[in-house]
């Protein structure tokens, strides 16, 4: 099993730029979620998902977007971005009931 | 709300020493909490986690950590700390709305000199 796989794992927009991050679990997990981190503030919950075809809100959805078209995928988009969009995103999924989420690697976007 | 607070921001200790990093939450709910570990350049893995039953959780390389309700605490310790210890810590309880959603505690980056 690969786990939790992102995509890309770096990039470099100007503002005003849309992206995609996308995410990639193999695991059959039902739950997936998008968080951000950055320094000195831990990781926020931008959104999450319970199942294909659904999505919710987290703490930071604002300036943000997802889609989950299929259960091993989860999509993170930025229509505009934004410097204060500058952070690291990490991809997680767990399954239903009590699991720990499992995250990925990390996908690291700066925003100029 | 829930909440996270986890008090010193870096902690540094000698290789062989005790390690003990601290951790309070907040929950209106029973907790579950977690302690997952973040080495440099990578995602996070999970060390340990509380959900129900004995309060000494013990986890990956040679952690563990106590939950205390009276305290509201779950600090983590290894009794003697190695080199490949230094990362960043990060403890996090399940957020009452459920989903396995985790409320974050700002982090921890624990140093290891010889």
């Known amino acids: 099993n690969a786990g939790v796989t992102q995509t890309p794992k770096f990039r470099v927009l100007k503002t005003g730029q849309s992206m995609t991050l996308l995410c990639a679990q193999d695991m059959n997990h039902e739950y997936m979620y998008w968080y951000r981190q950055d320094p000195g503030m831990g990781l926020r919950l931008i959104h999450y998902?319970?199942?294909?075809?659904?999505?919710a809100k987290g703490e930071v959805p604002d300036g943000y977007n997802v889609s989950r078209l299929k259960k091993q995928n989860f999509l993170l988009g930025l229509e505009s971005a934004a410097p204060s969009q500058t952070s690291v995103y990490f991809c997680?999924?767990?399954?239903f009931g009590g699991g720990s989420p499992l995250f990925g690697p990390g996908t690291r976007l700066l925003v100029l | 709300a829930q909440s996270v607070t986890q008090l010193g921001s870096h902690v540094s200790v000698s290789e062989g020493a005790l390690v003990l990093l601290r951790c309070n939450y907040s929950s209106s709910v029973p907790p579950y909490l977690f302690w997952y570990v973040q080495y440099p350049n990578q995602g996070l893995q999970l060390l340990l986690k509380?959900?129900?039953?004995?309060?000494l959780v013990k986890g990956i390389n040679g952690f563990e950590a106590e939950f205390k309700k009276s305290e509201t605490s779950f600090h983590l310790t290894k009794p003697s700390a190695h080199m490949s210890d230094a990362a960043e810590y990060f403890c996090?309880?399940?957020?009452?709305?459920?989903?396995?959603?985790?409320?974050f505690g700002a982090g921890t980056r624990l140093a290891v000199h010889p």
């Open positions: 996090a309880v399940s957020d009452s709305g459920g989903y396995n959603k985790l409320i």
């Open positions: 998902s319970v199942g294909e075809g659904t999505t």
């Open positions: 997680a999924s767990s399954y």
């Open positions: 509380y959900t129900t039953g004995a309060t």
